[in-house]
Structure formats: structure tokens, C-alpha cells
């Protein structure tokens, strides 16, 4: 079991380094191009959170706030690749 996770986990970033190629964006951007990709066993949100933070390759280029409909502000990351 651990074997297969840590090949779908090699997987996914391959895909995040595909699509990073084209600039910098937002988690939920990456998940829509993986989605329109047409990938089986894409991760969810919190998994490719995960894989985005703990994989060196990727960075955090800025973090803004976006508020949604009630008021309440939380954090977004653009995440991009590692020069």
C-alpha cells in the first residue's frame, strides 16, 4: 500500500511540473487543469496541499487573501516552480 501511494504521489507532480511550466497559479487552478487533463486518480484539495508544500521543487511565490460571500477572509497561495 505504501509503494502504490508513493508512485501516485510521483505521479502528481509530475502533472503539477507539466502544468507549473506554463506559470504560476492557485492550488484550485492546478486541480481544474489536472481535471481537464483527463488524470484518473486525481488528488483532492487536501492531498495535493500536502504534496505541493513537502515536495522542494515547488514554492510559494505569494499568498493574498480572498474573502468569500459571508465576509471571511482566509489565505491563498500561488504556488510556482523552483528556479
Known sequence: MVIMMANANIR???WIDEILQEG?????VILEKM????HRNIPT???LANI?????RFIVVSESGTADKNGAIFPVCVWGLKK
Not at 24 to 28: G, N, P, S
Request: proline residues 5%; charged residues 35%; aromatic residues 4%.
Open 12 to 14: 502528481v507532480r509530475k
Open 24 to 28: 504560476d497559479m492557485e492550488a484550485y
Open 35 to 38: 481535471k481537464k487533463m483527463g
Open 45 to 47: 484539495m487536501h492531498q
Open 52 to 56: 505541493l508544500a513537502k515536495t522542494p
